[in-house]
């Protein structure tokens, strides 16, 4: 089972969606995938619950540690969405669970700002520290074309202790078809296949490393 944990320092940074998405791709691959939320928000619980019959399903539990031991036995993949703000006694039900950290990043200076102290408190955790928990960035919400993102990605890759692996353009699709309780995997137009490739990065490094 490859569990997945999404955390951040900043609310709004984009959590939800990596969670959400990398649900719809697992999904769509066949594997059997579940989403424990532990976001008081519960867009991911809520996502999971409305996903309509024409795409398969994706298991969704409220938050907490008994959360995990309330899993399927054929679960093959878990995604974790935190509450924002977590440091490492809000992570620590979870953190000997999980095989990779992910931590999206939106290109402001405020989100850059304490997103590069999150870092820096995360590199002191115990498993991290010893290589045991692959930790990596995703750049939310880009709008590529722009001098303030270009600017953003290359501050990340300076300052961060973890490598950058995706890069997500700023797109309404997101907003829309998560209201549906899907993700861009669910389709395959041209149009949304755009968007796909932006992802395949993230599903690479993530593959490498469980």
Same mark, same amino acid.
């Given at each position: 089972?490859?569990?997945?944990?999404?955390?951040?320092?900043?609310?709004?940074? @984009?959590?939800?969606?990596?969670?959400?998405?990398?649900?719809?791709?697992?999904?769509?691959?066949?594997?059997?995938?579940?989403?424990?939320? =532990?976001?008081?928000?519960?867009?991911?619980?809520?996502?999971? =619950? &409305?996903?309509?019959?024409?795409?398969?399903?994706?298991? =969704?539990?409220? @938050? @907490?540690?008994?959360?995990?031991?309330?899993?399927?036995?054929?679960?093959?993949?878990?995604?974790?969405?935190?509450?924002?703000?977590?440091?490492?006694?809000?992570?620590?039900?979870?953190?000997?669970?999980?095989? +990779?950290?992910?931590?999206?990043?939106?290109?402001?200076? /405020?989100?850059?700002?304490?997103?590069?102290? /999150?870092?820096? %408190?995360?590199?002191?955790?115990?498993?991290?520290?010893?290589?045991?928990?692959? +930790?990596?960035? +995703?750049?939310?919400?880009?709008?590529?074309?722009?001098?303030?993102?270009?600017?953003?990605?290359?501050?990340?890759?300076? %300052?961060?202790? /973890?490598?950058?692996?995706? &890069?997500?353009?700023?797109?309404?699709?997101? +907003?829309?078809?998560?209201?549906? @309780?899907?993700?861009? /995997?669910?389709?395959?137009?041209? %149009?949304?296949?755009?968007?796909?490739?932006?992802?395949?990065?993230?599903?690479?490094?993530?593959?490498? &490393?469980?």
């Amino acid at each position: 089972m490859l569990t997945v944990l999404v955390a951040s320092s900043k609310g709004g940074c @984009g959590k939800s969606t990596l969670v959400t998405q990398l649900a719809s791709q697992w999904a769509q691959e066949g594997k059997h995938t579940a989403i424990v939320d =532990a976001d008081r928000q519960g867009s991911s619980y809520r996502w999971a =619950a &409305q996903r309509p019959d024409n795409v398969p399903g994706v298991l =969704a539990l409220e @938050g @907490g540690r008994k959360s995990l031991e309330k899993l399927p036995s054929d679960t093959q993949r878990v995604l974790i969405d935190t509450p924002a703000g977590s440091h490492e006694r809000e992570l620590e039900p979870y953190l000997e669970q999980a095989q +990779v950290l992910l931590v999206p990043v939106l290109p402001s200076p /405020f989100d850059l700002d304490a997103t590069l102290n /999150f870092l820096a %408190h995360l590199k002191e955790i115990a498993r991290i520290k010893r290589g045991k928990l692959p +930790v990596a960035l +995703v750049a939310n919400r880009l709008k590529p074309w722009t001098r303030a993102s270009q600017d953003a990605v290359e501050q990340v890759r300076e %300052h961060s202790p /973890f490598p950058l692996v995706a &890069q997500l353009r700023d797109s309404q699709a997101y +907003v829309l078809l998560s209201a549906l @309780g899907k993700g861009i /995997f669910d389709y395959s137009s041209e %149009h949304v296949r755009g968007h796909q490739e932006d992802w395949k990065p993230l599903l690479r490094w993530i593959k490498r &490393q469980h």
